[in-house]
């Protein structure tokens, strides 16, 4: 297919929705190509599974650098390097400087596993659990400034059950991730979702 946005997975570790959207992109008709999968975390585990998937792969350590920009000056080349339009995190674990914010903004998307604005930052079903929430979900949005601020551009809802832990409320949420997360690359790609002055424009 002509004109397939170019798209860089960014992942710190297990990375079964980076390959959910893998899986996602063979689709002949689907608008993104993954063209690279990048990690802070050389022992991230998805780095192989992108590995055998035949997609470029990088990692390398804020450790190596003298500061988080200049960190994010190096993830940003390689981004660049691989050609790339759009980013999806998938559980990447980082806060990222300013200025990459703002460079990569209304390029980059995230996926958290709440209905935001509900339940934003660490352990969301925890939260959802000891808020006594009866149904739960996962968004996917654009990044900005604030942790899991930015605007909503698709979200899957699922029940919470009167017995769920976190863990059990985490894997029902996590399928539909699976789902959710191709979708929402689907219609930014296409342009069908926009960042526009802030917001999520359609
Ligand atoms: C997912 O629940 C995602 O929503 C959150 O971190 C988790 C990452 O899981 N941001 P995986 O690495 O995609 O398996």
């Not at 980076?18 to 689709?27: F, P």
């Not at 300013?98 to 709440?114: A, C, K, M, V, Y």
Request: aromatic share 6%; charged share 20%; net charge neutral.
């Amino acid at each position: 297919m002509i004109g397939r946005k170019r798209v860089a997975i960014l992942i710190s570790g297990r990375g079964s929705n980076m390959a959910a959207l893998i899986e996602a992109a063979k689709a002949p008709g689907y608008p993104a190509e993954i063209v690279g999968v990048f990690s802070n975390r050389a022992a991230a585990p998805g780095l192989e599974i992108a590995a055998a998937a035949g997609i470029a792969t990088q990692s390398l350590a804020q450790s190596s650098f003298p500061s988080r920009e200049a960190f994010d000056d190096a993830i940003t080349a390689v981004l660049e390097g691989w050609g790339a339009e759009i980013l999806c995190f998938a559980g990447f674990m980082r806060i990222l400087s300013p200025g990459f914010i703002d460079h990569w903004l209304g390029r980059t998307i995230n996926i958290h596993p709440s209905l935001l604005p509900l339940f934003r930052g660490l352990d969301p079903h925890g939260q959802a659990l000891a808020a006594g929430a009866t149904s739960h979900g996962c968004s996917v949005h654009f990044v900005t400034h604030g942790t899991d601020e930015g605007p909503v551009i698709a979200q899957a809802k699922v029940p919470v059950f009167p017995d769920d832990t976190a863990e059990t409320l985490s894997s029902r949420v996590l399928k539909e991730e699976h789902k959710l997360y191709p979708l929402a690359l689907a219609a930014v790609a296409r342009g069908d979702v926009r960042f526009e002055r802030g917001a999520a424009v359609r």
